[in-house]
């Protein structure tokens, strides 16, 4: 294959090579059928087979077990926001933590539908949180994409309070303990596929609960009642996260397959990067260890003047999207499952080239 930048975007982000060489040989005639998987009916039985195979290699690569519906939908994580309290909020109580950027925005978007209360705010022992046994549920979001703080445990909420994840910007970069969970959901955008499909994993016992505001097209028992067909869904965003579910099951690396092997591989990713910045006199890494994300690192040159010419370093040798977001400033590497350790390894040696002629 030939060597092609490395792409560190937040999102919509790289995806594996070998996919999207898939995808462009299948792109005007999906397996003899004709037709572009853009093309065909989300009726048809040739999509049918895609849907069908997508749904099954995600529940197989999570070990999600039965008493969960996969839904496929459209909206994103901001859509979940409100989709979620809509679906859950049956008493209008909802316990949010904020643990970063993301988490404030559905505090906010919560509060158009529920009484919100914030239960704790940046990265708070769990035992801390002032959280309420009467509210519908609790929301976290498990990786902070802006932020770059990541919950490497699940909290176990005692009682009837289900914990809402999202979990957009490192679902399948490690496994889910779902004996935690009443409903996580995710973007497709960051490890799956293209923006436009949005994954929610709900439980069972929490469908039937939508308010009487809520649309039907967002309504989860409806939705699982049609299979995610009750309206047309991204027919082919889910054909390429199809794609992406197939690639990460015969993945391997240090003696793994599947999710073990993509999960030992962003540890070994995020140490060697984390490594470097701890190391360096010009770069920095503002976040405690014991929450660091594996997916989006957040770093920042202790001489910001320096911060153009970095950058356009950066693109001159193939290492793209490195810029921080808008509302933290800075630079930001997300090493997402597609990325390579080599792509890792080459930012590395840039950092390290960096200093030596700026340091």
Not at 87 to 99: E, F, I, M, P
Not at 120 to 149: K, M
Not at 156 to 185: K, M, N, Q, T, Y
Not at 334 to 347: D, H, K, M, W
Request: hydrophobic letters at 45%.
């Amino acid at each position: 294959m030939s060597q092609r930048p490395y792409n560190f975007s937040a999102g919509p982000a790289a995806l594996p090579e070998e996919v999207l060489r898939q995808a462009a040989a299948e792109m005007l005639d999906w397996h003899g059928s004709g037709m572009s998987v853009m093309e065909m009916s989300h009726r048809g039985r040739e999509f049918i087979s895609i849907y069908e195979a997508a749904e099954r290699d995600l529940r197989d690569l999570l070990a999600v077990p039965p008493e969960f519906r996969i839904l496929f939908m459209q909206g994103g994580g901001l859509g979940e926001n409100a989709i979620v309290p809509m679906n859950l909020a049956r008493t209008g109580k909802v316990d949010v933590v904020v643990s970063g950027s993301w988490s404030k925005k559905s505090a906010v978007e919560a509060a158009r539908y529920a009484d919100v209360k914030v239960v704790a705010e940046g990265f708070v022992p769990s035992a801390q949180w002032q959280r309420r046994s009467d509210a519908d549920y609790l929301h976290i979001c498990s990786n902070e994409t802006i932020d770059g703080i990541e919950f490497h445990e699940l909290p176990r909420l005692d009682g009837e309070v289900p914990l809402v994840v999202d979990c957009s910007s490192h679902v399948l970069s490690r496994f889910i303990d779902w004996s935690r969970v009443g409903l996580a959901f995710a973007g497709a955008q960051k490890n799956v596929g293209p923006a436009g499909v949005t994954l929610v994993f709900v439980r069972e016992d929490l469908l039937g609960r939508a308010l009487p505001i809520c649309p039907s097209a967002f309504n989860y028992a409806t939705v699982a009642a049609a299979d995610s067909m009750f309206n047309t869904p991204p027919t082919y965003g889910i054909y390429i996260a199809g794609l992406v579910f197939q690639w990460l099951k015969d993945f391997s690396y240090a003696g793994k397959t599947g999710v073990a092997a993509i999960e030992q591989r962003n540890v070994d990713k995020a140490r060697l990067l984390y490594g470097a910045l701890d190391a360096s006199h010009l770069f920095e890494n503002r976040v405690p260890a014991d929450c660091r994300s594996r997916m989006n690192v957040p770093f920042y040159l202790r001489d910001e003047r320096l911060n153009d010419a970095f950058l356009a370093g950066a693109r001159e040798r193939g290492l793209l999207q490195l810029k921080g977001h808008k509302s933290v400033g800075g630079m930001r590497a997300s090493i997402y499952n597609a990325i390579p350790l080599e792509g890792v390894q080459a930012l590395v040696n840039y950092l390290q080239d960096f200093e030596k002629h700026h340091g």
